[in-house]
């Protein structure tokens, strides 16, 4: 639990000023030591402690010197202190009141730590009074002995030397003198601190502290249409903020620091304390009210939430006592709503701040139409985008557009949003509660305001990337008797889901005054990758001639690994586990209520599932009146299982009279029933007198497990099923594309005639899970079996490489037996268990190697060398001839290199650009190519493509 709000503040007021004061004097304590002791005390119990006055210039110091009127010859004043005579002795600070031999002192020595300490002594009811500027001071008290109470920063006031009877009561009063303007302000008026401490007869230390403001004012303004309304709210502020040791800290006998001002013309003003801890400790003050005011001229009348302002009061004794006008913060309403009345149109709308969403609604009248739109805004936040979602809905007058049948188009329209989903857990919980139907063409706006305030952020929050739109349309038949609003919605973001919203109403035999009104609120849930279909409806808000009826439907139908299907009406059996993503059901019940002093409910359900039934019931009756009178409740349950066959029943009851809330006497008996082969039978019951209480129980069981009637075991089926051609398949393991084959070879690869060598075979069939030890199948008990797969070859002399088990869906109890109910009821109604095999073949070896001999031929490609220089001999010969060789034959040689005929061209890169993938509007990241824009775009999730610049 968190600590209460005056334990809070208490807790920063009393670290504040201790810190404050130790801090300061520890910036002095060079000049304290040079003072010496004041003679004039030499009479008292603190003679040789009082030291002469301190004048050290300090923000904190100069803020207590104003309670002592700055003079040092004052009866009150801040003096420098030691704790002994000797030389050992700590040196601080006091601040001291005196009359004559009685002396109160309020010490704080540095060396200590942080800790005041409040000493007295002398007290025989003397008063020490001191007026200065616009502070008044008064000491007053008892005290037979010395009195020595410290008090620290984490701890309770600890009284070091207390006797009994002593009691010390300290009053400040402040006068303010000035206003803090004419805009939002705040006039204190006249405050009164007081504090006491006194001991009881046994010695033990009590406190009390009180805080009163009299005569003071709260000032307010409309903001920013100060100069649309002519309105100027004014309260007086008088308030009484207590401490007791019982009651803990308390604002007017509040104890979480809020009350309520009263103010001319009904008005009223919240007013709410709290603390601000950190580095500048601050108490938080904050007004705020409701206005309602009508425009000058114009029949337009405006109302605001949340209208007013807080201010930080701070805590350090170095600044100023009184709140800075500039730290005023105006509080922007959180809500308003506008209406206007024309004659010729009609409207009302509200706009509101929810956490960090705003969230609106607007409904127009133009006889005979009207029209209804709401919205919710979201700035950008948390990596999501700007966001927003929009409903608009318009109504026609009766009989509507007439499609035929008596069926009757009655209104249409639809649902946009951009950066939102669809919060299907909170879709649920808005179905529940019926506050969903108040998005779908509301009969009555306003009212359903506070509704959609709530419903819209929750049911569709903001989602980056995410696209949610859909029609709306209203339908009604036989006039009015039945109408039907649908709102159908497909959520765009990473997959598609489709959800569908509606309320249909039954309303006989007259709309306007109907005897039996039946209105279901459902959701529809659709979700393609799953797949799943999961309708879920809720009566609330209907009644049967005054009887007012509640529950919930559903139906769910779901694929893939986790299989169900589920009906229910009023929820489950206590023992079933509920599948998953299925909501917590409410009853159908009814309350039974024909005089005030009696109540009767009534409670039902039924639930069906692939292998179960469900039904119960209960009665409760209650007829008291100033708590006597008589309780009583009447509970049946019942489970049937199909596969095995098997049922659970329980059936309770009980009465009892009671008088002043207590039972005079009662009755209760519980009975269990189960089976069949063999039964048992257990029950249980009490009997209560009052004085003593008698009960019983008994367990009675009786027959022999059923024998077992052999049934036809699988092994037909699971030779049919693994000979049919559909159970065999072939896939590529390597990526490695095959020959190019004829028609004839494809019709022969699909059959399983050929196999593409780098290919693997599966068979798999769905007529008994492999491995498992069976005992029933189709439903009757077969002898116990087991069937498996465990080894296959691509034919004679080619066995498998390797073997693969392959898994599907399987119900366990349509193949095993259960121990009991409870362990069928705790089991998954589907499980992966093993259903094939895949046949993986031997690596290819490649062709045969033969062995053969290399033969190539020679061939010089050269041209004629004329040689320069002719006759040349000695050392130089060879390198003539090389020169030549090198003039004549060119890398370029078309002797040495061929012509290269082939030309590889490259194409221009396509312009390409990132677009919103909802709009097609400029992403900002400019042209370029495909490639890095991809790479750019990245990060930034599903709501930025690429495409080519064309395109746009």
């Known amino acids: 639990m968190g600590a209460d709000p005056g334990d809070l503040v208490l807790d920063v007021l009393r670290r504040a000023l201790i810190d404050a004061v130790h801090d300061a004097v520890s910036e002095v304590m060079g000049e304290l030591t040079n003072l010496a002791p004041d003679p004039t005390f030499s009479t008292t119990d603190f003679d040789g402690l009082v030291l002469q006055p301190a004048s050290t210039a300090h923000p904190v110091l100069d803020q207590l010197r104003r309670f002592t009127g700055g003079a040092p010859t004052n009866d009150v004043s801040l003096r420098g202190w030691r704790t002994t005579t000797g030389a050992d002795a700590a040196f601080g600070l006091a601040l001291v009141a005196r009359s004559e031999a009685a002396v109160v002192a309020l010490t704080m020595v540095p060396a200590q730590g942080p800790r005041l300490v409040l000493r007295a002594a002398g007290l025989a009811g003397t008063t020490v009074a001191l007026q200065a500027d616009a502070f008044r001071l008064a000491v007053t008290g008892t005290t037979p002995d010395a009195v020595e109470v410290a008090f620290t920063t984490d701890a309770p006031p600890d009284p070091r030397r207390l006797v009994a009877g002593s009691d010390l009561t300290v009053s400040l009063e402040r006068r303010q003198t000035e206003r803090l303007g004419d805009g939002p302000s705040v006039d204190f008026g006249t405050v009164d601190v007081g504090a006491r401490l006194w001991s009881d007869s046994a010695g033990a230390l009590h406190r009390s502290a009180r805080l009163g ?3 003071g004012r709260v000032a307010l303004v409309p903001g920013f249409l100060s100069g649309v309304l002519p309105v100027r709210l004014v309260f007086p502020l008088d308030l009484d903020l207590s401490l007791d040791d019982g009651a803990g800290v308390m604002l007017a006998g509040s104890p979480s620091l809020s009350t309520r001002l009263s103010g001319s013309d009904q008005r009223w003003l919240d007013l709410v304390v709290g603390a601000v801890g950190g580095d500048a400790p601050a108490l938080s003050i904050g007004f705020s009210t409701t206005l309602s005011a009508s425009l000058p001229g114009v029949p337009i009348s405006v109302k605001l939430d949340g209208l007013g302002f807080s201010f930080p009061l701070s805590l350090d004794l170095g600044s100023p006592l009184l709140p800075d006008p500039a730290a005023l913060e105006p509080h922007v309403p959180d809500g308003g709503q506008v209406t206007v009345d024309l004659p010729v149109i009609a409207g009302e709308g509200f706009l509101r701040r929810v956490d960090r969403d705003l969230v609106g609604g607007l409904s127009v009248r133009i006889p005979p139409m009207s029209a209804t739109a709401y919205g919710v805004l979201s700035e950008p936040r948390d990596g999501v985008p ?4 929009v409903i608009l809905g318009a109504t026609f007058p009766p009989p509507g557009v007439q499609i035929g049948f008596g069926f009757a188009i009655t209104g249409l329209g639809g649902l946009v949003g951009v950066n939102r989903r669809i919060d299907r857990d909170a879709l649920l919980r808005a179905v529940s509660d019926g506050s969903a139907a108040a998005l779908l063409f509301p009969a009555d706006p306003s009212r359903a305001a506070d509704s959609v305030t709530r419903a819209l952020p929750a049911v569709f929050p903001a989602a980056r990337g995410s696209v949610v739109a859909g029609p709306m349309f209203q339908i009604g038949w036989g006039g009015r008797l ?16 489709l959800t569908i919203l509606g309320t249909i109403t039954v309303a006989l035999p007259d709309p306007e005054v109907p005897l039996v009104f039946l209105r279901a609120t459902f959701a529809g849930l659709i979700d393609p990758a799953e797949p799943s279909v999961m309708f879920v409806a809720s009566l609330n808000g209907s009644h049967l001639v005054g009887i007012p009826l509640t529950g919930d439907l559903l139906l769910l139908t779901r694929g893939g690994k986790d299989p169900a299907l589920v009906i229910s009406a009023g929820g489950f059996h206590p023992a079933f586990p509920v599948p998953r993503g299925v909501p917590a059901l409410q009853r159908l019940g009814m309350d039974l209520c024909p005089v005030p002093w009696m109540q009767m409910r009534c409670e039902a359900y039924f639930a069906l599932t692939s292998n179960t039934l469900q039904l119960g019931a209960r009665l409760e009756l209650s007829a008291e009146v100033a708590g006597c009178g008589l309780r009583g409740y009447l509970q049946f349950d019942a489970l049937v299982q199909y596969s095995p066959f098997h049922f659970v029943a329980d059936v309770s009851g009980g009465i009892a009279l009671r008088a002043f809330g207590q039972n005079l006497m009662g009755v209760h008996l519980a009975l269990h029933l189960e089976g069949p082969a063999p039964y048992l039978a257990r029950g249980t019951g009490s009997i ?5 209480e008698v009960s019983f129980d008994f367990e009675l069981g009786w027959g022999s497990p059923a024998p077992e009637l052999l049934g036809v075991g699988p092994d037909a089926d699971l030779r049919a099923a693994l000979v049919d051609p559909s159970a065999w398949r072939s896939r590529s393991t390597t990526g490695v594309p095959g020959l190019v084959l004829t028609e004839a070879a494809r019709g022969l690869l699909g059959k399983g005639t050929l196999l593409d060598p780098y290919a693997v075979v599966s068979v798999r069939q769905d ?13 009757a008990p077969v002898a116990a079996q087991r069937w498996d797969l465990v080894d296959g070859s691509f034919g004679p002399g080619e066995p498998a490489d390797h073997i693969q088990q392959v898994q599907a869906q399987f119900a366990p109890g349509l193949f095993v037996d259960t121990a009991n109910d409870d362990k069928l009821l ?11 095999i895949e046949l993986y073949p031997r690596p290819a070896d490649g062709a045969e190697a033969r062995p053969g001999d290399l033969v190539w031929e020679e061939r010089l490609v050269a041209r004629n060398i004329r040689m320069r220089g002719d006759g040349v001999a000695g050392p130089f010969a060879d390198l003539v001839v090389l020169e030549a060789m090198a003039d004549l034959v060119e ?27 909802w709009s097609m509007a400029d992403g900002g990241f400019g042209a370029g190519s495909s490639f890095e824009l991809d790479q750019a775009v990245a990060e930034m999730g599903p709501d930025l493509m690429v495409v080519e610049a064309w395109e746009l």
């Open 767 to 779: 007529v008994v899970p492999l491995g498992l030890e069976i005992r029933r199948y189709r439903g």
């Open 386 to 389: 700007l966001s927003f979602l």
């Open 482 to 497: 039945v109408s039907l609003s649908v709102a159908v919605l497909v959520e765009s973001s990473r997959q598609v889901r």
């Open 891 to 917: 890398l370029t040689d078309p002797g040495w290199w061929p012509t290269v005929e082939d030309v590889v061209t490259v194409d221009p890169v396509t312009p390409a650009i990132a677009v919103s993938t």
């Open 213 to 215: 403001i009299a005569g």
């Open 688 to 692: 209560d007198l009052w004085l003593f």
């Open 826 to 836: 705790g089991s998954q109604p589907f499980l992966p268990l093993r259903a094939g």
